[in-house]
């Protein structure tokens, strides 16, 4: 197994080539992490079975990093099902850190193509791209890169929910946005649009969203995940339904607020505020601490004008639940995040200790 430095951008593409050997089982297994930090000293003593490819650490959005442990069968049914799904392979742009999933995932779409990534989004070549959330804001906001996102045939937008609001922007611009739903566990997205992939398979286990199928991993370093009649499970933190054939995420299940003994899915609150208040580009709803309530909804905002938590209960008033109303609002340069388009909700709610609401 060998750990290896990535750095963003162009030089990323240096790990291709031992990327390809891991793929074949020519190589070791990679545990890439980000140039700059320290190395995972702890995983050269680490035995990993040998049909791993990759190893990659989680965002930590349950607690601290784990490292999963991904096959070259993982990552490559992942990258055959998103070309069957998006109508062939073709040129990616690499946007991502490769030291993440999404990131890594472009590299082994541009393997199994046999093309190299494109490294700037404007690339005329590409015909992909894969996105976060904010990303796809920020480019919006700047006429020419819209433009230049206009010519991909599928552009992925994923590693958190987009709002309806952000996505109706992007595909009236012109712009061929593909909602993405997976994690580090299942090699990537594996629920496109809200249907699953091909091989993907998909359960609901009181109300929690397991997945199966070829794209999910052995398991974490410490502790492989369960195999029934020869498909390998994943159980998710996160909450969902099913319409028909089509899968609806509601959010995490341990990011539910109980307020005065009521629930609150940050996830409907936040794309409220994104909805009816133009203002706000980016948002996160948390709870904090409160002596009468338990918890009280509070919101972390990225707006153009100055807002405070009157303002926002006056816009939602009636659009959302009494209770679900935020108590406490503070602005911000942008949302705390733990890696590409994960929140982090713990530094969101420490920011209410730090700055008056």
């Known amino acids: 197994m060998l750990p290896v430095p990535v750095a963003p951008g162009a030089d990323a593409r240096s790990l291709l080539p031992r990327l390809r050997d891991a793929l074949a089982g020519r190589g070791p297994a990679l545990a890439p992490y980000a140039a700059g930090s320290p190395p995972p000293a702890h995983l050269a003593e680490a035995l990993v079975p040998e049909q791993v490819a990759v190893l990659l650490a989680t965002s930590g959005s349950t607690g601290a990093p784990r490292w999963v442990l991904l096959t070259a069968e993982n990552l490559l049914a992942s990258a055959e099902a998103t070309h069957e799904r998006l109508g062939g392979p073709g040129r990616w742009a690499l946007a991502l850190p490769v030291d993440h999933v999404a990131g890594l995932q472009v590299l082994v779409r541009s393997v199994l193509a046999g093309l190299e990534p494109a490294t700037e ?97 052995l398991g974490y370093l410490d502790h492989p995940f369960p195999r029934q009649g020869g498909t390998a499970w994943f159980r998710t933190s996160d909450l969902g339904h099913l319409e028909g054939d089509r899968l609806v995420v509601r959010g995490r299940a341990d990011d539910v607020i109980v307020t005065g003994g009521l629930k609150v899915a940050p996830a409907r609150v936040e794309q409220a505020i994104l909805r009816h208040l133009p203002c706000v580009s980016e948002a996160l709803v948390v ?60 530094r969101a709610r420490d920011l209410f200790e730090t700055q008056p609401t």
Not at 289 to 303: C, E, F, K, S
């Open 121 to 217: 989004l404007g690339d005329g070549r590409a015909r992909y791209a894969a996105l976060v959330p904010t990303q796809l804001h920020r480019l919006l906001d700047h006429s020419d890169q819209a433009r230049a996102l206009q010519r991909y045939d599928a552009v992925l937008v994923g590693g958190a929910a987009a709002s309806p609001t952000l996505l109706d922007r992007a595909r009236a611009a012109g712009i061929a946005v593909v909602t993405t739903y997976g994690m580090t566990e299942t090699a990537g997205g594996c629920v496109y649009d809200g249907l699953p992939l091909t091989g993907t398979q998909v359960r609901l286990d009181d109300e929690v969203i397991v997945l199966g199928g070829p794209t999910v991993a």
């Open 287 to 346: 709870g904090i601490p409160d002596p009468r309530w338990g918890h009280a909804v509070a919101a972390v905002l990225v707006t153009s004008r100055p807002l405070d938590a009157a303002a926002v209960r006056q816009a939602l008033r009636g659009l959302v639940a009494d209770h679900e109303l935020p108590r406490a609002v503070v602005t911000a340069a942008g949302i705390p995040s733990l890696g590409p388009g994960k929140p982090d909700r713990q």
